[in-house]
Each structure stands twice: as structure tokens, then as C-alpha cells.
């Protein structure tokens, strides 16, 4: 959160397109994604510890790699890529850790904590990140995750006697299904056709060796749970939208309205981002009164007017976009606990583990995703010409037309996820 608002003055530094720019946060997103199932994958054979200080470890090298580095693009993208890398052990683990250290009846409190934590850090992130980049120096934001150094000395302390199992992890699997992603990732940025062509082959390969394999890298039994499959391709296309939105805010409001990196860390971004400790509140107890459905219709519905209402009215203030942004954050954060909620509800005890972890892949990988298609569409003409009839200058065209795109993708994801889990049986 603290990079993605100094986006414009990235691209100026380096002369580059969003969709070169928005890479700095697609490499870090891509290794983020892939590294939470990892290290989900193996904490049972190599432990917590070792994998906890490990991910700080390279999370820091990443960190000062990219600030030393920051004049030259491709170690900036590395440095990124390294980052996620290390950054993304806490996800994977920090659960486990509650599960296994912490007593069941004070669970809900530690991740009730956590939750409350982490809505804090997107919260301060676009104003910490704004005021550093307005006032210092952009590149400094790459050495904020040095604090996480403070932790060591009570992850050694305290994390001990973990009993290790035995057994294989499928590299192989994890190769495929990276080169399949990136390739992706390539076409969405570059829309060559032959980048989409080898990652659909990849594919095809990566789905084909993890019905071989005795241990694969992903269960390929859950590919045939249709209730599953839906709640994490629907939810993957929630948090990848919202999450190219977010990246979409700051080019916008530097182009439409010339505001400044602190105005829209401070201004646009941080109010919405606090929202999201409030309705993330209330979205669980309307889950447990009204039902998921209900909540993902509010959800949806906050999502897609917001939108809708952004793309009609993009020119009139931009206090306009912070209001929205508020209700955007709201309808996310009413998504998640739904998707979480129903996911979990199409799964089996056997089959808990290895689901939720990959919906906590896929929802990184989505939002990775959606960084990079928006990135692409703001560096290409295709949707730069007046679409919607409403009274907005060219230079609105491009933005107006992607939110209105946001929408539509919103509402079908809406109606595919509540046609499949308004049916009698989850499976």
C-alpha cells in the first residue's frame, strides 16, 4: 500500500507506462502469491521457525537490494520480486502459528487482533507512503519492511520443539504453474497473442502432471468441486478489480485533477482504507444474522454502483472518488468474509487444509492479476475513445470506460456465485 501511491512519480522518474510501472507491485504480488502456498506447503516439513525467519530474511535482503538499487528498473523489479518472496511467509504461517501455540478459547481474540492489524497497515499505508514520498524521497519506501527485524529475537525465543514430518514436495508443479503465470502476466501487459498461447500449453502440462504425482502442488480433486471452483474464481475476480482500481487511483487523479502524491495518500486513498476496520466489523456479524448471500449482495452491490457512479460522474471533484472509495473498500471487505465464509462451507474436513490455501493463493494471485491487466489497458489505446454517452473530456475517456468495466465485472461475478451457492446442495 505504501509504493502503490507513488506509481506517478515512479513512471516520471523512469519515463515508463503504467504498464511497465505497475510491475513493481506485480513481481512482488506474483512471488507473494506463489510463496503463501509454498510455505504452506512445506511449514510441516521444515517448521515455522525456520521458515518465519527465513521470510524475514529475504524480505529485508529485497528491501535494501531495491533501495541501493532503486536508480536501475530491472534490480528494482528484482528487489520487488525478493520482497514478496520473504513477505509472503506471514500469511502462510502466522495462522499456523495461532493454531498450534495459542489456546483454542483464546483464538478468536489472536485473530480477531490480527484482523484488526492488518486493516491498520492498508489503512496507514497510502498516508505513511504519500507523506515519505512527498517529503523525502519515494525509493525510502522500499526499506520500511526492515522493522519486521525487530521480531527475530522472539521468533527464536518463543518458537521451539516443532515435531517435523517426512515427505516430497512437487517442484515440478510449482515450476509449471509459475512459468503459466508469469507468461500471463506477460500477455496481459504486452497483449502479444503467442504469451497467452505458451501459457495456456504450460497449463495444460501443469494440470496433466498433478494428476501424476503422489503429492502434487495443488489437489487436483478440488478442480471437480464446482461449488469451490466458482467461490475462487469469483472471488479472485472481486479482489482482482478492486485491487486494479487501487492501482488505478493514483494515475487518475494525477491526470484528471494534477494532485499530489500526499493528497492522494492522504486524501483519496487513506479514508477509504480505514473504512475497511468498521465494515470488516460489521460484515461479520451480518454473515452470522443474514446469511452469506445476503452480505455478498451488499457487497457486490456497494462495489458495483460505486463504480458505476465513478465512471458516470469521474470529472465533477475528486472528493467525489474519496467518498466512493470508502463505500469501494466497504463492498471488499463484505466480499471476503463472504467468499472465506462459503469456500470454506464446499469443502470437506479432509479437504480444508489444502482448499483454503489455495483460495488464499488464488486471492493474491487475483489481485497480482488485476494490477497487471490495468496496468496494460492504461498504456494501450483500446479503450480510449468515448464509450459512454456522457458529457466528460477525452482525457476522462480511458478512466471512465474502466470503471465502467469494473462494474460489469462485479455484477457477473455477483450472479454466478449466488446462482451456484442459492442451490439446495453446496456440491
Given amino acids: 500500500m505504501v509504493l502503490n501511491v507513488s506509481f506517478p512519480d515512479v513512471a516520471n522518474y523512469f519515463g515508463k507506462a503504467p504498464a511497465s510501472i505497475n510491475w513493481i507491485n506485480t513481481s512482488f504480488m506474483l512471488s507473494f502469491s506463489v510463496g503463501t502456498a509454498i510455505y504452506g506447503k512445506v511449514s510441516d516439513y521444515v517448521g515455522i521457525k525456520k521458515l518465519l525467519l527465513t521470510g524475514i530474511l529475504l524480505n529485508c535482503i529485497g528491501s535494501i537490494m531495491g533501495f541501493i538499487g532503486h536508480t536501475s528498473f ?151 468441486n464446482r461449488s469451490f471452483m466458482v467461490g475462487i474464481v469469483c472471488g479472485g475476480l472481486f479482489f482482482g478489480t478492486v485491487a486494479g482500481f487501487i492501482s488505478m487511483v493514483p494515475y487518475m487523479m494525477r491526470d484528471l485533477y494534477q494532485l499530489s502524491t500526499l493528497a492522494i495518500g492522504n486524501g483519496i486513498i487513506f479514508p477509504g482504507a480505514v473504512s475497511v476496520i468498521i465494515f470488516g466489523y460489521f460484515g461479520g456479524i451480518l454473515v452470522d444474522k443474514k446469511g452469506p448471500i445476503f452480505v455478498l449482495t451488499i457487497g457486490a452491490m456497494l462495489l458495483s454502483i460505486s463504480f458505476l457512479l465513478a465512471a458516470l460522474f469521474v470529472e465533477t471533484t475528486p472528493f467525489l472518488i474519496t467518498i466512493l472509495i470508502i463505500f469501494i473498500f466497504g463492498g471488499l471487505s463484505f466480499t471476503k468474509t463472504v467468499i472465506s465464509t462459503i469456500v470454506s462451507s464446499s469443502l470437506t474436513t479432509k479437504e480444508s487444509g489444502s482448499g483454503m490455501s489455495l483460495l488464499n493463493f488464488t486471492s493474491f494471485l487475483s489481485e497480482g492479476l488485476g494490477i497487471a491487466v490495468v496496468g496494460g489497458l492504461l498504456s494501450v489505446d483500446i479503450l480510449n475513445k468515448k464509450i459512454i454517452p456522457i458529457n466528460v473530456s477525452s482525457q476522462s475517456y480511458l478512466y471512465s470506460n474502466m470503471l465502467l468495466i469494473f462494474s460489469i465485472i462485479i455484477i457477473f461475478s455477483w450472479l454466478i456465485t449466488i446462482k451456484v451457492y442459492s442451490e439446495p446442495k453446496i456440491k
Wanted: charged share 15%; glycine share 10%; net charge positive.
Fill in 74 to 224: 530491472p534490480v528494482l523489479l528484482l528487489s520487488r520480486f525478493i520482497q514478496g518472496t520473504g513477505a509472503a511467509a506471514f500469511p502462510a504461517l502466522i495462522m499456523v502459528v495461532v493454531a498450534k501455540y495459542i489456546p483454542r478459547e483464546s483464538q478468536g481474540k489472536a485473530f480477531g487482533l490480527i484482523g484488526s492489524i492488518v486493516a491498520m497497515g492498508e489503512a496507514l499505508g497510502p498516508s505513511i507512503g504519500g507523506m515519505i514520498a512527498e517529503y523525502i524521497h519515494w525509493s525510502y519506501l522500499l526499506i520500511l519492511p526492515l522493522g519486521t527485524l525487530i521480531s527475530v529475537p522472539f521468533l527464536i525465543k518463543m518458537l521451539d520443539h516443532e515435531p517435523i514430518k517426512k515427505g516430497s514436495f512437487d517442484f515440478i508443479g510449482l515450476v509449471l504453474m509459475s512459468l503459466s503465470i508469469v507468461t500471463f502476466m506477460v500477455f496481459t501487459t504486452s497483449y502479444k497473442l503467442y504469451f497467452l498461447g505458451i501459457s495456456f500449453v504450460i497449463f495444460i502440462i501443469f494440470i496433466k502432471h498433478i494428476k501424476k504425482v503422489d503429492e502434487p502442488f495443488i489437489e487436483p480433486k478440488l478442480g471437480e
